[in-house]
């Protein structure tokens, strides 16, 4: 498949996907360590992908995205943004509120 067409899979498949370096658990860089600490902090369960294991979305997503850098957090469809975005959204109580919609949303 087209990488174009599998990362629009990857985000209408899921309502809160994070694309990072590493994994939640084991992230490989800071700014992904700390959007995936912050988006485990809201609470609801999310998807990821890890873009050093996919060299392709790596190369590809940036320019698809028009955001040139990772993490990228995507909830409902859309484009939220990166590290600092997050963390301040986080830090106001938005972004947990933002997630817990999609979800509700997606669920209903
Ligand atoms: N200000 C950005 C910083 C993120 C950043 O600089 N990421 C770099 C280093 S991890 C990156 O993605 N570089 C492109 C690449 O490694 O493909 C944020 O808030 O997320």
Redesign the pocket.
Known sequence: MDIIETIKEQIANNTVLLYM?GSPNAPQ?G??AR?AQVVMGCGEKFAYVDILQNPEI?ANLPKYANW????QLWVGGELVG????LTEMFEKGELQTLIKDAVGKADA
């Open positions: 370096k860089c700014f992904s959007a790596r040139p850098t990772f993490p990166g590290s600092d975005i």
